[in-house]
């Protein structure tokens, strides 16, 4: 039987990658090739971006060094009971197409992961050795992320990150029962003991590099992880609580969410149909409200029903302003930064140009309305010079009136 080509095997591996959520390429540090050496940037012009049907940026080359693996986590695809087809790069294979498709002005960067073939350190040897002839052969100045293995040896691991711009490793599920039950070859505290060493030489090279200036960098982007939401009965309190938790421990960057999506030949212990898109999107919002909206976790969560499940149909910041509606409503000329922020409809820009105007006049409804997409879900929250909601924020049809209607499927030939 022939052997794939090299098109062939990209497209195999480039499919395999794509349940991958977290591919942002932000944070990292700025690199070019002005001077005439090197090749590539961090930043700058010339640079497609390109987006799947889903919504997820894929602005970088994103692929599996190979499919083949030796765990199998029933959620899984690439698992080694899966009946999918397998293929393989070299590392030096990969490092060419990288090379190939910046240079065709198609990427800015190397997202690359792998299954686990013959051993942790292996594989992990494999992507370093991908990473090095891309930085010290081609003096490629791109940005590369590369998902790193927890069971690897810590060494292995610390090099990686002396190449790469980020490195993350992948909790895969929210509570340690769901990976244990679906992941049995891997182990929690070993992907937390992996994430604390690479958060402790994060925080090391940082302080090295203030005080000697040629100090090598080490994962200038940060790390980041990726939960599977929905292959196990997690609700989006658990997951929210589990966030907050990695966040404070290990100093991420991002914590990405990627709903299950079932998969051929799965296991009966997985569910049969994925979980709503959408549920995925609250999640990101929760996560936005407490990373740069000053809301603590446990207040994220109080936006969730009694099943700890966020609504689909509102917002989560909505979702809590009607639940504690005794906070509200806040004047916009005399509120401080922290509650306007929680008013549903004003964003982080919204709220720092308020408060800039403020200091000029008096602000009247309509000033608001320039700097809010939907005025309607902001009156009841907010005074204003010319405004006050009365009774408008304890009407018990409120969220009926702030929900936004449901889509329906048009028909092609209807009347």
């Known amino acids: 039987m022939s052997q794939p080509t090299v098109m062939e095997r990209l497209g195999i591996l480039a499919d395999a990658a794509k349940y991958d959520a977290s591919c942002a390429s932000s944070g990292t540090a700025k690199r070019n090739s002005a001077g005439g050496k090197g090749l590539g940037s961090t930043e700058g012009m010339g640079i497609c971006h390109a987006y799947a049907p889903d919504g997820r940026c894929i602005s970088l080359l994103k692929i599996l060094l190979t499919n083949h693996c030796i765990f199998d986590c029933h959620y899984c695809v690439n698992r080694k009971s899966s009946n999918v087809r397998r293929a393989r790069f070299t590392p030096q294979e990969v490092a060419d197409l990288t090379i190939a498709f910046y240079r065709r002005n198609y990427i800015e960067g190397l997202f690359l992961s792998s299954g ?108 980041s992880t990726q939960m599977i939401v929905g292959a196990d009965q997690a609700s989006d309190a658990d997951i929210v609580g589990r966030s907050a938790t990695l966040y404070s421990r290990f100093r991420l960057r991002r914590v990405y969410y990627s709903a299950f999506s079932p998969i051929p030949d799965a296991s009966a212990v997985l569910p049969l149909q994925r979980p709503p898109l959408m549920r995925e999107h609250r999640l990101y919002q929760s996560d936005w409200l407490m990373r740069f909206y000053g809301f603590a976790p446990h207040e994220v969560q109080q936006a969730a029903d009694d099943g700890g499940m966020l609504p689909l149909d509102i917002d989560p910041k909505l979702a809590w302003a009607l639940r504690f509606r005794d906070a509200f409503p806040v004047d916009v000329n005399r509120a401080p ?27 009247r409804l309509e000033d608001v309305g320039r700097l809010t997409v939907s005025l309607t879900k902001v009156r009841p929250f907010i005074v204003t010079a010319d405004w006050r909601p009365t009774l408008l924020v304890d009407r018990a049809d409120l969220r009926a009136s702030l929900t936004p209607p449901k889509e329906r499927q048009l028909e092609l030939f209807g009347t």
């Open 116 to 223: 686990i073939v013959r051993s942790s350190n292996h594989t992990m040897e494999q992507l370093i050795e991908a990473a090095r002839i891309l930085r010290e052969e081609h003096e490629f100045r791109g940005y590369i992320h590369l998902k790193t293995i927890p069971e690897a040896d810590p060494e292995l691991v610390a090099r990686a990150g002396l190449y790469a711009d980020r490195v993350s490793i992948n909790v895969e599920l929210p509570t340690q029962a769901g990976l244990a039950r679906l992941a049995p070859d891997k182990s929690t505290p070993v992907i937390e003991g992996a994430m604390a060493s690479i958060g402790s030489a994060i925080v090391e090279a940082k302080d090295a590099r203030k005080r000697f200036r040629h100090a090598p960098r080490f994962a200038p982007a940060g790390q």
């Open 337 to 363: 930064r922290e509650a306007l922020l929680r008013v549903p409809g004003l964003g982080v820009r919204a709220v720092n140009a308020l408060l800039s105007a403020r200091r000029q006049r008096r602000l």
